[in-house]
């Protein structure tokens, strides 16, 4: 380990439109739907379905969205981002140099590495803030750090996060947010994730071919589904339900956001909230621990969408615990997961 400068650690969130507009929408969404790994079909069948059906008719609808999620401050994935960035900077110190990055759009992955390079950091540690491991999410931010960083004659070190589905200091902070209600006031607890295609984790799965041969595959992590989404998914609920002493029949993990006819990881969340709300549950509290700072997916999809469709199905009231947003204990686990790293 070079002594003669700053280490860098690049910090990588998904990304969001720049503006709760139609056109920033629209540029947002081409930019992340047209990337392989997210949709995973030949070049020309993707670009017909992306530029010639999803774009024209998605990119209004989301916008309004956006429009529901958006803050003063503009988007919280976004300004969580930062305010997490400048306070890791504070607690990492003068010996290293942190940068926020989004996969798609601003800030790029490519300026950050430019800011790095350009500071002199002997090695980087790359970051991606997805606990779970999955192509669509960790493996494109990856993807997309090692072809920026070959565009560079001189290569530093480079050490990837792969995943952090179970870090203890995560799963305190999210139990701590959850203290904030009282659950035997709920019916139910649901902690969903989000999907991807179950094609996508059969994929993944080419050393061991052992994804959906077996029932319920995904329910205890080991040595063959380490590295699937579905099982690191469960095992982050896992970890959470033995720190609030939840019994089975009190929760259910599942998996919304779904796009498209496939199938995706079920069981899918609408349906179990209309599930549980035509058995009579009035009041749900949802844990989001795919998620580390507010967005679409949370905010706007589980508080209005879900809510609405609960109430027309009979229930009453979802609650959703906060996420991990700029929590300075999340700060500090992601130090301490850096320095391990």
Request: aromatic share 12%; hydrophobic share 40%; with cysteine.
């Amino acid at each position: 380990m070079s002594n003669f400068g700053k280490k860098g650690v690049l910090l990588v969130n998904l990304g969001t439109p720049d503006a709760p507009t139609v056109k920033a929408v629209r540029k947002y969404l081409k930019q992340f739907l047209l990337d392989p790994r997210v949709i995973d079909y030949p070049w020309i069948a993707r670009q017909l379905l992306i530029r010639g059906i999803i774009l024209p008719f998605r990119s209004r609808s989301s916008a309004k969205l956006y429009k529901r999620l958006w803050e003063e401050k503009g988007s919280p994935l976004k300004f969580h981002g930062y305010k997490v960035a400048e306070e890791l900077q504070k607690l990492m110190g003068d010996d290293y140099h942190v940068e926020l990055a989004m996969r798609y759009q601003t800030p790029s992955i490519e300026g950050a590495i430019d800011k790095m390079m350009k500071a002199g950091v002997t090695e980087i540690v790359v970051f991606p803030m997805f606990p779970q491991y999955a192509s669509a999410s960790t493996g494109s931010a990856h993807e997309e750090v090692m072809r920026v960083l070959t565009t560079y004659n001189n290569i530093p070190p480079v050490k990837f996060i792969n995943s952090f589905y179970d870090n203890e200091q995560m799963i305190d902070v999210i139990v701590e947010n959850s203290k904030q209600f009282n659950f035997d006031d709920y019916d139910h607890i649901i902690f969903s994730y989000h999907g991807i295609p179950k094609r996508h984790l059969r994929k993944a799965d080419i050393s061991c071919k052992y994804c959906q041969k077996v029932d319920n595959c995904c329910g205890k992590l080991s040595k063959v589904n380490q590295f699937c989404y579905s099982a690191q998914s469960y095992a982050t609920t896992q970890a959470l339900v033995a720190k609030l002493n939840l019994s089975e029949d009190r929760y259910t993990t599942s998996f919304q956001s779904r796009l498209g006819r496939e199938e995706w990881t079920t069981p899918y969340t609408i349906d179990v909230i209309e599930g549980l709300a035509e058995k009579g549950a009035k009041k749900l509290l949802v844990f989001s621990p795919a998620f580390v700072a507010d967005c679409l997916e949370t905010t706007v999809e589980i508080k209005f969408e879900y809510q609405e469709d609960f109430e027309k199905a009979g229930g009453e009231h979802i609650d959703l615990v906060p996420s991990l947003n700029d929590n300075p204990k999340w700060i500090k686990a992601i130090r301490d997961m850096v320095l391990e790293a």
